[in-house]
């Protein structure tokens, strides 16, 4: 059965350094999704894309936060300098469509301590 | 701006006790809505939807959703739980903005079933 990857699952840094995430969608799937959950919060939308394009990026704290989908396959997610706030899950996913019926498939996500 | 609210955090219940998770949200145009589901240790996964028609829903496992419109809810019910549902469960919400559909997600409901 087809899944969303993500790696790394885990990812320990101290504050001010650079970290990265990266997905790879479910085959086919043209919409990719970066959430952030806080704990004891539902995931809240990062950055979409519909192929290569940015459609969302309205949540995503552009100063220190950037994210890429280049050939509208797999995403990168960079966080540059991390600060203490920034630990969190950090969930990829994807559908076949941005459109209102897109079923979402989530991967494992990476699990992010800035110490 | 849509938004989301489960207004049970934490919800403990014996096993074959009747389960109602309250979800409400708040947006004055179509709404598409769904219900996903985290079972410990694995990945967010979709429960049910609704995008029109019969406002009451079956999903996976027994769950079914009611959406009524007057009252911007679509609560999730099941008649008798297992301790297999024990899990997260989040509401969200499909709806237009700016041009493109964006999912909004609610705070979720930690659902414990004790044997």
């Known amino acids: 059965e087809a899944e969303v990857a993500q790696s790394p699952r885990y990812k320990i840094t101290e504050k001010s350094q650079a970290v990265a995430f990266w997905c790879d969608p479910i085959?086919?799937?043209?919409?990719l999704y970066w959430y952030r959950q806080i704990l004891g919060q539902g995931p809240e939308l990062l950055v979409q894309?519909?192929?290569?394009?940015?459609?969302?990026d309205s949540q995503l704290p552009k100063d220190r936060f950037s994210a890429e989908r280049l050939k509208g396959v797999d995403s990168t997610l960079k966080i540059q300098p991390a600060e203490l706030g920034d630990s969190a899950m950090y969930l990829c996913?994807?559908?076949?469509?941005?459109?209102?019926?897109?079923?979402?498939?989530f991967g494992p996500g990476t699990r992010l301590t800035v110490l | 701006a849509q938004s989301v609210s489960q207004h049970n955090h934490h919800v403990i219940l014996s096993e074959a006790a009747s389960l109602e998770l309250g979800c409400n949200y708040s947006?004055?145009?179509?709404?598409?809505l769904f219900w996903y589901v985290q079972y410990p240790g694995q990945h967010l996964q979709l429960l049910l939807k609704?995008?029109?028609?019969?406002?009451l829903v079956k999903g996976i496992k027994g769950f079914e959703a009611e959406f009524i419109k007057s009252k911007f809810s679509f609560n999730l019910r099941k008649p008798s739980v297992q301790w297999s549902d024990t899990a997260e469960y989040f509401c969200?919400?499909?709806?237009?903005?700016?041009?493109?559909?964006?999912?909004?997600f609610g705070t979720g409901t930690k659902l414990q079933v004790i044997p």
């Open positions: 969200a919400v499909n709806a237009q903005s700016g041009g493109y559909q964006k999912v909004t």
């Open positions: 947006y004055g145009g179509t709404v598409n």
């Open positions: 085959s086919g799937h043209a919409t």
């Open positions: 996913a994807s559908s076949s469509s941005g459109g209102a019926f897109a079923e979402q498939f």
């Open positions: 609704y995008f029109s028609g019969d406002p």
């Open positions: 894309f519909q192929d290569e394009s940015v459609v969302d």
